[in-house]
């Protein structure tokens, strides 16, 4: 389920594999606790040190003026925290646009003072929230965003930050809570976009399509960051009913309201990957590789088209997997165990990866991605999580219908 923040300022074995991954791209890179398998240690990279002092290690946007002038009033005035809110939204927005977990370190010191209580003020509490569930640490989101909605139950990006972590870790009872709750406090399509992933899980993908498909069509105009949040919904679902086509329109008209929605472009570069238009996903992603979900896709579309620059992109992917292990986080398992899969074609591994990631999160994504790796790896009982997952909600998947029958005949 794709987050949506409505006060931001969001067949062969090769075909398969590019949509394990699915829409959700790199999370963030702030240290999440501590957890690296002996393979991922092994992999970890040496702390680099710059030899010259000179050097330019990574240039960052220059800070608009008004944001530095309030930096410096929070600094005379630190108890502000409707200013120290104001700033930490803006780098929540960054992160969100520009996929650089900085942004989300900064947003969290900016909040510092207040980080650690226990009942800090209802905006930093959606805000510490907003960044757990970032960092995928979704416990602690949770605990955040239910002691939130018990003080402010009417706020719609609380409950629709829980509707998605809640549906993360496969809670889809409280998801729909969330959801209903939203029915009093938004319009129909962000509605129907809160609800629709919920639906598709329980096996009812084509009413969920066919409801938010007439409620985005009505809505002709209003919010353009709702309407590309609906439409790539929409995409994800005419994808799981098997209408790749669709699904890629849906996501050219999300990235015609917003070029930078990485989550759209990601989604658009793995149907045509999964469509035989490997190419095109390379030119699609081509000089956005500093958005780690974009390289990790470019990497693999290059190493399968063998392009001049695979060598380059993959090796860049590799250095920053070590550089995750090395922080301890567990939140580049999805990317890193497709990379595996697809790159180093070790299922094996893959699948141990696929694992470990399955107990963080539970997303259509992450079914595709371990029983994909299971089938490569012929083995079955790697899988049984997700079969279990797939017969107790009634999900249907064309991609996943697919893998759970090949993994059938291994019986």
Same mark, same amino acid.
């Given at each position: 389920?794709?987050?949506f923040?409505?006060?931001a300022?969001?067949?062969?074995?090769?075909?398969l594999?590019?949509l394990?991954?699915? !829409? %959700?791209?790199?999370?963030?890179?702030?240290?999440? +606790? $501590?957890?690296?398998?002996p393979? /991922? =240690?092994? #992999?970890?990279?040496p702390?680099y040190?710059?030899?010259?002092?000179?050097?330019?290690?990574?240039?960052?946007?220059?800070?608009?003026?008004?944001?530095?002038a309030?930096?410096?009033?929070?600094?005379?005035?630190p108890?502000r925290?409707?200013?120290?809110?104001?700033?930490?939204?803006?780098d929540?927005?960054?992160?969100r646009?520009?996929?650089?977990?900085?942004?989300?370190?900064?947003?969290?010191?900016?909040?510092?003072?207040w980080?650690?209580?226990a009942?800090?003020p209802?905006?930093?509490?959606?805000?510490?929230?907003?960044?757990?569930?970032s960092?995928?640490?979704?416990?602690e989101a949770?605990r955040d965003?239910?002691?939130l909605?018990r003080v402010?139950?009417?706020?719609?990006?609380?409950?629709l930050?829980? !509707? %998605?972590v809640?549906?993360?870790?496969?809670?889809? +009872? $409280?998801?729909?809570?969330s959801? /209903? =709750?939203i #029915?009093?406090?938004?319009?129909?399509?962000?509605?129907a976009?809160?609800?629709?992933?919920l639906?598709a899980i329980?096996?009812?993908?084509?009413?969920?399509?066919?409801?938010?498909a007439?409620l985005?069509?009505?809505?002709?105009?209003?919010?353009?960051?709702v309407?590309g949040?609906?439409?790539?919904?929409?995409a994800?679902?005419?994808f799981?009913?098997?209408d790749s086509?669709?699904?890629?329109?849906?996501l050219?008209g999300?990235?015609?309201l917003?070029?930078?929605?990485?989550?759209?472009?990601?989604?658009?570069a793995?149907?045509?990957?999964?469509?035989?238009?490997?190419?095109?996903?390379s030119?699609?992603?081509?000089?956005?590789?500093?958005?780690d979900s974009?390289?990790?896709?470019?990497?693999?579309?290059?190493?399968?088209l063998?392009?001049?620059?695979?060598?380059?992109?993959v090796?860049?992917m590799?250095? /920053?997997?070590? #550089?995750?292990?090395?922080?301890?986080d567990?939140?580049?398992?999805?990317?890193?165990?497709?990379?595996?899969l697809a790159v180093d074609?070790?299922?094996?591994?893959?699948v141990?990866i696929?694992?470990?990631?399955?107990?963080v999160?539970?997303?259509?994504?992450d079914?595709?991605?371990?029983?994909e790796?299971?089938?490569?790896?012929?083995?079955r009982?790697?899988?049984a999580?997700?079969?279990?997952?797939?017969?107790?909600?009634g999900?249907?998947?064309?991609?996943?219908?697919?893998?759970?029958?090949?993994?059938?005949?291994?019986r």
């Amino acid at each position: 389920m794709r987050p949506f923040a409505p006060d931001a300022p969001r067949p062969g074995r090769r075909k398969l594999t590019v949509l394990a991954l699915g !829409a %959700v791209g790199l999370a963030a890179a702030l240290t999440a +606790a $501590a957890f690296v398998t002996p393979d /991922r =240690a092994a #992999a970890a990279a040496p702390t680099y040190v710059p030899g010259d002092p000179a050097q330019v290690i990574a240039t960052v946007p220059p800070r608009d003026p008004g944001e530095v002038a309030a930096r410096r009033e929070l600094g005379s005035a630190p108890d502000r925290v409707e200013l120290a809110v104001e700033l930490a939204r803006g780098d929540i927005a960054r992160y969100r646009t520009l996929s650089d977990p900085r942004y989300l370190g900064r947003a969290q010191a900016t909040l510092g003072r207040w980080w650690q209580l226990a009942e800090p003020p209802a905006d930093v509490l959606l805000l510490r929230a907003t960044i757990e569930q970032s960092i995928h640490q979704f416990a602690e989101a949770r605990r955040d965003l239910d002691q939130l909605i018990r003080v402010r139950p009417r706020d719609p990006e609380a409950q629709l930050t829980r !509707a %998605v972590v809640a549906t993360i870790t496969a809670d889809y +009872a $409280a998801a729909r809570d969330s959801c /209903r =709750a939203i #029915a009093e406090l938004a319009n129909p399509v962000v509605v129907a976009a809160c609800e629709a992933p919920l639906d598709a899980i329980a096996g009812r993908a084509d009413e969920a399509y066919a409801r938010l498909a007439r409620l985005v069509g009505a809505a002709r105009s209003g919010d353009a960051a709702v309407r590309g949040w609906a439409m790539t919904e929409l995409a994800e679902l005419a994808f799981m009913r098997g209408d790749s086509d669709a699904a890629a329109a849906h996501l050219a008209g999300a990235l015609a309201l917003d070029p930078d929605d990485a989550y759209a472009r990601n989604l658009l570069a793995d149907i045509w990957m999964a469509t035989g238009h490997t190419g095109d996903a390379s030119r699609l992603l081509a000089g956005r590789e500093q958005i780690d979900s974009h390289l990790v896709r470019r990497a693999i579309a290059e190493h399968d088209l063998h392009g001049a620059g695979a060598a380059r992109l993959v090796a860049a992917m590799r250095d /920053r997997i070590a #550089a995750a292990a090395e922080r301890g986080d567990r939140i580049h398992l999805r990317e890193e165990a497709r990379f595996t899969l697809a790159v180093d074609l070790d299922a094996p591994r893959a699948v141990r990866i696929a694992r470990d990631n399955w107990t963080v999160q539970k997303e259509l994504a992450d079914a595709r991605l371990l029983a994909e790796a299971a089938v490569a790896a012929g083995d079955r009982d790697a899988a049984a999580p997700v079969i279990a997952w797939a017969r107790a909600t009634g999900v249907r998947d064309a991609t996943l219908d697919r893998l759970l029958a090949r993994l059938e005949v291994m019986r």
